[in-house]
């Protein structure tokens, strides 16, 4: 059943996504307030890991939100991509942190399926860390996020949750492409930096 707490955090962490395909720096706190009920909801539905993702969401959010207010070392972020050769061994050492982290859900917790929720877990953090530096290659990492989280909402009966993930797949298809052409203006010569 769908809950005020449900859509509530939905509202928020609806706005924050498409604001941050949208390259807007509101993102962040938006952000900060959807995870901040999200985490309320997973930890009801004994999805342990991403009540675990929605602290480090709030922390990364004040992060990300001072970053593209500032600047890294008083330089704007700019949209960019990420160097191929660190991405390179990201997703085999997600994966094992992944296995990692779901073993010890599923023998200590009475979590529910804590192994794809250690994988919504550990590809969010990167995607989140990517988004914070303004890399392109956020999306498809929260395209693969959204993929796993989709089926395991539903099944814990998070219905509006698991319909917006997949509005959200659909976002980060948008973003990706919108990301790509933001970056190839920047090197063009024309300045993008967050918008209102």
Known sequence: MIGPLEIAANGFATAAILLAGRNSIHTWWTGIVGCTLFGLVFFEAKLYADVILQVFFVLSSVAGWRLWLRGDHGHALSVRSADLRSLAWIVPLGLACAAGYGALLHFWTDAYAPF?????????????????????????FWLLVN??????????????????????WVNAIVAWVRWRRLARLQKDGGTVLAQA
């Open 116 to 140: 794809a929720d250690s994988m919504v877990l550990v590809f969010s953090v990167i995607a989140q860390l990517l988004l914070m530096k303004r890399r392109i290659e956020n999306w498809p």
């Open 147 to 168: 993929s796993i989280a989709v089926p395991l909402y539903a099944s814990r009966e998070l219905y509006l949750t698991a319909f917006l993930y997949g509005v959200y």
